[in-house]
């Protein structure tokens, strides 16, 4: 038997699901800006229905806003969002490193200290904010899944593409490459040490730290912005 497999193309609205993501990640797309699937058809020669599954998808993560006359805008956090966001995090993650610092194997630890050996060498190689700040959401991802908890993955899934995006406005600022590492590192040590309660402990402070300087770093104070 032949061992040739065709290869589906990818679907259109995946495509462009992916590139604006990417460009709102990156800035291309400011939060509060608008989107016009018109005008994107256009610029790519597609019709607007490819356009509006990608937007519908991104609705749904809530990296774009619908509006009631539809139009369609890059979502700004007000400061209530990025509160009720980093609450959830603090609860599930301290309770996430905690479960993993009893139960992980040591083949397991080893993998999360091999991500921020790999985030250091980034860092001093002076690689592209996006690849360290994937590599810090590896670091936090390892963690969740090594609870093997299927439930508490979900929530967390849920807000994944939030919290990429809090993660770049949050990577604004000076050194703070090394000042999240060293945080990452702070944890680790407590897991490495089998120390469940300071390293729980740990990732709230981190994670209050974070929410502090996303605080500062949110345009126009994020209170005041409407969609």
Not at 79 to 98: G, N, P, Q
Request: hydrophobic residues 40%; charged residues 30%; aromatic residues 8%.
């Amino acid at each position: 038997m032949s061992d040739f497999i065709i290869e589906k193309p990818i679907p259109y609205y995946e495509q462009f699901y992916h590139s604006i993501k990417k460009m709102i990640f990156e800035g291309k797309f400011k939060p509060g800006e608008r989107i016009v699937e018109t005008q994107l058809a256009k610029e790519f020669d597609v019709s607007k229905s490819p356009i509006r599954e990608a937007i519908r998808i991104l609705e749904k993560e809530g990296l774009v806003i619908v509006d009631e006359k539809s139009r369609v805008m890059v979502y700004q956090p007000t400061m209530k969002d990025v509160e009720e966001i980093y609450f959830c995090r603090m609860a599930l993650e301290s309770f996430a490193v905690e479960l993993v610092t009893k139960t992980a194997t040591n083949a397991e630890l080893e993998e999360i200290e091999k991500t921020l050996a790999q985030t250091e060498q980034a860092i001093r190689d002076s690689q592209a904010d996006n690849i360290i700040i994937t590599l810090n959401e590896l670091f936090h991802s390892l963690i969740i899944q090594y609870t093997q908890n299927s439930r508490l993955q979900k929530q967390l899934n849920d807000l994944k593409s939030l919290m990429y995006f809090f993660r770049v406005l949050n990577f604004q600022g000076e050194n703070r490459a090394d000042i999240i590492l060293n945080q990452h590192r702070g944890i680790f040590e407590c897991m490495k040490k089998r120390e469940a309660e300071q390293a729980s402990q740990a990732m709230i402070n981190h994670l209050k730290l974070d929410l502090e300087h996303l605080i500062e770093v949110l345009p126009n104070s994020a209170e005041t912005t409407k969609p």
